[in-house]
């Protein structure tokens, strides 16, 4: 069964662009959560997607969104990025009634 | 709900035991887990406090008086340095994983 995927792998954007990343999550599962994750930091939640809604949200301004389709896919947009958004971001996918979550490989966002 | 990881770093020799900490507060019975992320790959579930078991020979207990889920390995060796997260998944299952800052262990030859 394949992994959760997380495209692109690497992203360099310039401060005041905006970024979409993207997120397959592992077939059948339907919750889908993205993580930031910085040396400092370390792994910080974002917001997690359960059947095309947002279910949960984390402390992060509103230049971060994201949304889910029907076949759970889902997308996570930065707008005017600045320099303190270069991060790893993580998705990670759950089945339904399953606390485990599976991970991807990230995507390397560089703002310079 | 907060998963806290007092060692930022922490270093041992090959063959010491090993004892990552992990506090966390929340008020009713949350599921507790130890996620770890080995030099460029993913991060992985290492062990959930559910299941009792020892995963490659690290062991974790509950501790519900203490509010603690410390990671533990009698004999550590050099492969079992990665970054180890401490996450909790609050009751209800609302699938939202709230994670430690993380420990970064390394295994010294």
Known sequence: K??????????????????????????????????????????????????????????????????????????????????????????????????????????????? | QRVTQPEKLLSVFKGAPVELKCNYSYSGSPELFWYVQYSRQRLQLLLRHISRESIKGFTADLNKGETSFHLKKPFAQEEDSAMYYCALCPQGGSEKLVFGKGTKLTVNP
């Open chain 1, 2 to 112: 394949a992994g959760v995927t997380q495209t692109p792998r690497y992203l360099i954007k310039t401060r005041g662009q905006q970024v979409t990343l993207s997120c397959s999550p592992i077939s059948g599962h339907r919750s889908v959560s993205w993580y930031q994750q910085t040396p400092g930091q370390g792994l910080q939640f974002l917001f997690e997607y359960f059947s095309e809604t947002q279910r949960n949200k984390g402390n992060f301004p509103g230049r971060f969104s994201g949304r889910q389709f029907s076949n759970s896919r889902s997308e996570m947009n930065v707008s005017t990025l600045e320099l303190g958004d270069s991060a790893l971001y993580l998705c990670a996918s759950q089945g339904q009634g399953l606390t485990e979550a599976f991970f991807g490989q990230g995507t390397r966002l560089t703002v310079v």
